[in-house]
């Protein structure tokens, strides 16, 4: 089983930036689209960022285009968020998913979850 471990959050200030990883175990990462989402206490999960299998497509809500990137280091069976110029509507838990197939922008498309890292931002 595929199991996802994240690391990296923590507190910050507006305009800072912070690197979010995701450590898988199990199985090769590589061979699953993965995908960021993020949770307010109260709300529903969101999609932020995704890429697909190969590393060549991503996908980014609008909120955070231009802001925050999704990557991968196969050889460390690793994905990141790189967030930068963050803000405090950015604050929220922050986690990992994968899923066999194509990216998608559904929580409930995503079989394996981390267990959530939080990002506080402060003004």
């Known amino acids: 089983q595929l199991q996802l471990v994240e690391s990296g959050g923590g507190l910050g200030q507006a305009g800072d930036s912070l690197r979010l990883s995701c450590v898988a175990s199990g199985r090769t990462l590589s061979n699953y689209a993965k995908a960021w989402f993020r949770q307010v206490s109260g709300k529903e999960r969101e999609f932020v960022a995704a890429?697909?299998?190969?590393?060549?497509?991503?996908d980014y809500a609008e909120s955070v285009k231009g802001r925050f990137t999704i990557s991968r280091d196969n050889a460390k069976n690793t994905v990141y968020l790189q967030m930068s110029s963050l803000k405090p509507e950015d604050t929220a838990v922050y986690y990992c998913?994968?899923?066999?197939?194509?990216?998608?922008?559904?929580?409930?498309?995503?079989?394996?979850w981390g267990q959530g890292t939080q990002v506080t931002v402060s003004s």
């Open positions: 998913a994968a899923r066999s197939s194509g990216i998608s922008y559904s929580t409930r498309d995503y079989r394996y």
């Open positions: 890429i697909n299998w190969s590393g060549r497509s991503t």
